[in-house]
């Protein structure tokens, strides 16, 4: 007799079939008589693709009435979620042969420590209690990387009142684990040296609207966490090196340099003038300031094997 399902793997997706299929094929391949539900979330409301093909009852097909964009259809995925823990699997990130098992075996190390958040693909396994914790030892630059993230949702699930609040800056996620650890100083977090992805695509991405939802995550943070002073400057300087490294740094996109930032940066702000206020100014001088060090970095051999932060880059 099967057991009862802890893990739902959900995907949302857009305009991807064939790699939707891949990775539903692969995902089926590995989850017969597991505790596992997929969920495919189409954020196509015209999308063709044929679900029926898929054997009757081995995943749940929605397709959204109109496209939500990709943090409301990656918050669906929570919303939809009636197991113990949540996987969001991103179409671009090929999983291995052996995944499902493998997290099924991480979701049990993470329920003996009643852990809320599982980062997977670190350089090394660790522990982190509360808050200052989880902050201190979070690289944002990879941290929040849908398909290395498991998502204790029985825990989360109090905080899904306020993820509105960061719509459209893909922080919904990390809100609600540092509200639980905020509300819970003994929570605890699992970071394991697993990887369950075989290989990650690359993905397009728009560089103005990457500028502007960080500028939207500092301004949400500093009202959400306007109690948490000390708190606030660390995650605030680790969004500016997210911000940096993503935009000069990373091998993984298309370099902008100095020029074109400020340019973006002021169409931005001309777009946006009633978000422009003190804390984001501040926060874009203080990025300036480190924009030497950053340079020098790319320099030596990208810098990145010598910092932890970019660790994982």
């Known amino acids: 007799m099967r057991e ?3 893990l739902t793997i959900a995907i949302p997706t857009f305009n991807e079939n064939n790699k939707l299929v891949l990775q539903i094929d692969r995902i089926l391949q590995q989850c017969k008589n597991l505790p596992v539900k997929i969920k495919v979330f189409d954020n196509n409301p015209f999308s063709d693709f044929d679900f029926k093909k898929f054997p009757l009852g081995s995943f ?39 995944s499902v098992i493998g997290i099924l075996n991480e979701i049990n190390v993470a329920k003996k420590n009643e852990c809320c958040f599982v980062h997977m693909g670190q350089s090394e396994q660790f522990y982190t209690i509360g808050i200052n ?8 630059e990879d941290s929040f990387t ?3 993230c498991l998502y204790n949702i029985t825990a989360l699930r109090e905080n899904f009142i306020d993820y509105y609040s960061l719509v459209n800056t893909n922080q919904g996620q990390a809100y609600i684990i540092f509200a639980f650890l905020i509300k819970n100083p003994k929570g605890t977090c699992y970071f394991t040296n697993y990887e369950p992805i075989e290989k990650y695509l690359p993905s397009e991405w728009s560089k103005a ?3 502007k939802n960080t500028l939207s995550i500092v301004l949400n943070y500093s009202e959400i966490f306007r109690n948490e002073g000390e708190l606030l400057k660390v995650i605030k300087k680790k969004i500016q090196k997210m911000l940096f490294f993503q935009l000069f740094i990373s091998r993984s996109y298309q370099k902008m340099n100095l020029f074109d930032f400020l340019i973006y940066f002021i169409r931005i702000s001309l777009l946006n003038i009633k978000g422009l206020n003190r804390t984001n100014i501040l926060f874009f001088l203080h990025s300036l300031i480190d924009f030497k060090y950053y340079r020098k970095l790319r320099r030596l051999n990208w810098g990145i094997k010598k910092e932890d932060d970019f660790k994982f880059n």
């Open 133 to 140: 914790e989880f902050v201190d030892k979070i690289v944002y």
């Open 209 to 211: 609207r990457f500028i």
């Open 60 to 98: 749940e097909y929605f397709r959204n009435p109109y496209n939500l964009g990709a943090d409301w259809n990656i918050f669906s995925c929570m919303l939809n979620c009636n197991t113990e823990y949540l996987w969001i699997l991103s179409t671009n990130d090929l999983i291995k042969s052996d």
């Open 4 to 6: 009862k399902e802890i």
């Open 146 to 148: 849908s398909s290395r």
